[in-house]
């Protein structure tokens, strides 16, 4: 059994949308993933996140059932549209509430929270009156609400992360229109790729400038990124494959690291991709104390030599018209049920892509995990690919410390199955299996093995 420090964060993570359920109740305002669920044929099986797993009326259960299995560190997300119902304005004392409750517990219970500002369910009312992300508007909004969450949650929350996967925000939701809100667009992702930038950018000037100091914690994003292995060792696709993950984690993460939008996408994407000022890029460069990493799987990069060629849409590091990149895997790499190659030696090179291009950055992980057809027999759910999976993973992680990476710390994705955006209910991540027609929860093995993880020295 390898050991991680003595320090090292281990922990597991959810979002407000996929678990919290509780729509309407306690003055909470609709998001724009209340309103994409309702449009025919968006969500599998027409499923959506109206009570989901109930999470906003079982949470003391659950923060229960994270002691039990020994949980050091959880991720939760906050919902934008509980805090302000409409983005704007003032908080919504009950949101308040709920999450100050949710915070104590965990303390109580010794688990530490991390808390992450927007995990996608963005207020509709946002949306519809100012354009959602497209907007310039929505940076100062962000900032507002963040300031709000800083001020009353910031006396215990010491690890914030301003946005999830701005990625999936602006590619899924801008521009393959899977996701909320369901947009198709060559140039709104880089749009709302700055906006989201900005935002980020906003919130941590808000929090260094006005909290950070008394209240001690720290901030970052977590970006999410699969490695990109060239297909042969010809120099074309070696430059694919650097072109696709500049693409996809550069595009977010070079703007706080470096100042500036990776030149592969400058040049590919020309007039559309929208230019910082120096005001911005002076705001932007730095914002980050940690990197954050969600990271799930692996696809060979070759020179598409032109050819435009149109991936699946958790397959592209961003438009592929614009990276010249075509996108494949070994087809003997086995795959959980998103059709995921299984590839641990793609996290080890990721992280130490990550490690060399920003200057040895101290990394957490804060999503890794696997969806499998779990079936629950007898009352458990023995399910062993899972474990090989994150034994798997977690041997990479280790190798990459060994190798000198300043990984400090791993979130499994996730705590127990959830509303799993397109796909609904079909697909478990989860640790916990959730009958969703009784909400139960019932610890699989893996959360088992986990937690045997967890208590190593």
């Known amino acids: 059994m390898r050991k991680f420090p003595e320090d090292f ?17 306690d003055g909470k305002g609709p998001s724009i993933w209340d309103a994409f669920c309702q449009i025919p044929d968006r969500i599998k099986h027409g499923d959506h996140g109206r009570v989901a797993c109930d999470h906003y009326h079982k949470w003391r259960e659950d923060i229960t059932l994270m002691k039990e299995m020994g949980v050091q560190a959880y991720r939760f997300s ?10 704007k304005g003032k908080a919504n004392p009950k949101g308040i509430a ?28 946002l949306q519809l009156e100012e354009d959602g992300w497209l907007s310039p508007s929505i940076p100062a909004y962000f900032a507002e609400y963040a300031a709000i969450c800083f001020e009353h949650f910031g006396d215990r929350v010491k690890n914030w992360i301003t946005l999830n996967e701005p990625w999936v925000v602006a590619i899924l ?60 060792d010809s120099s074309a696709d070696k430059a694919a494959a650097e072109r696709a993950l500049e693409f996809f984690l550069a595009w977010f993460a070079d703007p706080i690291y470096k100042g500036h939008y990776p030149a592969s996408m400058v040049k590919g994407v020309g007039d559309r991709l929208p230019a910082f000022s120096a005001a911005e890029r002076k705001l932007l460069k730095g914002s980050s104390d940690f990197f954050g990493l969600n990271h799930y799987t692996t696809m060979f990069a ?3 030599q032109g050819k435009i060629e ?13 990276q010249d990149v075509s996108l494949s895997v070994d087809p003997a790499w086995k795959q959980t049920s998103m059709k995921w190659s299984i590839v641990p030696w793609g996290c080890r090179k990721l992280l130490e892509w990550i490690d060399a ?12 995990g696997c969806a499998f057809d779990d079936q629950l027999v007898d009352g458990e759910v023995n399910d062993l690919d899972r474990i090989a999976f994150y034994a798997g993973y977690l041997e990479a992680c280790h190798q990459a410390i060994e190798n000198g990476v300043k990984l ?43 937690r045997d993880m967890m208590q190593l020295p």
């Open 78 to 87: 906050i919902a934008w549209p509980r805090i302000q119902p409409d983005g």
């Open 173 to 232: 939701g801008y521009g393959q229109g899977v996701f909320a809100p369901g947009r198709t667009s060559n140039s709104e992702p880089y749009l709302a790729g700055h906006q989201l930038l900005l935002a980020h950018a906003q919130a941590v000037d808000v929090y260094r400038k006005q909290y950070q100091p008394r209240q001690q914690g720290r901030i970052g994003i977590s970006n999410n990124c699969d490695w990109r292995e060239p297909l042969t």
């Open 357 to 368: 291009r920003y200057d040895r950055p101290e990394i957490v992980i804060t999503e890794n």
């Open 302 to 304: 070759a020179d598409s």
């Open 408 to 450: 400090s710390g791993y979130f499994a994705w996730s705590f127990m199955d959830n509303f799993e955006w397109a796909s609904g209910y079909e697909k478990r991540f989860g640790l916990h299996y959730v009958n969703f027609e009784t909400l139960e929860r019932i610890p699989k093995a893996s959360a088992r093995w986990f």
């Open 9 to 25: 964060i281990w922990g597991t993570a959810t979002s407000s949308y996929q678990i919290e359920g509780a729509w309407q109740d």
């Open 98 to 125: 709920f999450y100050s409750d949710l915070i104590d517990a965990l303390l109580e219970n010794g688990i530490e929270p991390w808390v992450t500002l927007y995990h996608w369910d963005l207020p509709l009312a």
């Open 310 to 322: 149109k991936g699946s849409v958790y397959g592209n590091g961003g438009l592929s018209e614009d």
